[in-house]
């Protein structure tokens, strides 16, 4: 069974520092593809960031982000399990969402489109307060 586990949200203020690990466990084919969502009340859910695995031949440990959280995030993975981390600094309360956690198979659909990942989390809440 598929486990895709979120962890790290909480409340800052603005900013302040978070970080989210993300752990994925139960996937048949290895993961080549990670990446952080994020969506806040009302609104659409945005690809924050993403990187591809040790297991991707030939694009692993690229990343890519969101223009709107270039230089403030990070994204990092634990080369030794299928464990993702995204260093958020300099939050501000726009950054204020529900975070998602989501791995795929495969290098192919895109790198922050959400509908090219089938194993998500349930998401951790991260709010920014001014």
């Known amino acids: 069974q598929v486990q895709v586990v979120e962890s790290g949200g909480g409340s800052v203020q603005a900013g302040g520092s978070l970080r989210l690990s993300c752990a994925a466990s139960?996937?048949?084919?290895?993961?080549?593809?990670m990446a952080w969502f994020r969506q806040a009340p009302g609104k659409e859910r945005q690809g924050v960031a993403c990187?591809?695995?040790?297991?991707?031949?030939?694009?692993?440990?690229?990343?890519a982000y969101a223009d709107s959280v270039k230089g403030r995030f990070t994204i990092s993975q634990d080369n030794t399990k299928n464990t993702m981390y995204l260093q958020m600094i300099g939050l501000k309360p726009e950054d204020t969402a529900m975070y998602y956690c989501?791995?795929?198979?495969?290098?192919?659909?895109?790198?922050?489109?959400?509908?090219?990942?089938?194993?998500w989390g349930q998401g951790t809440q991260v709010t920014v307060s001014s």
């Open positions: 989501a791995a795929k198979s495969t290098i192919y659909g895109g790198c922050l489109q959400s509908s090219a990942f089938p194993y």
């Open positions: 139960g996937v048949s084919d290895p993961i080549k593809t």
């Open positions: 990187i591809y695995t040790r297991h991707s031949t030939g694009t692993a440990g690229v990343t």
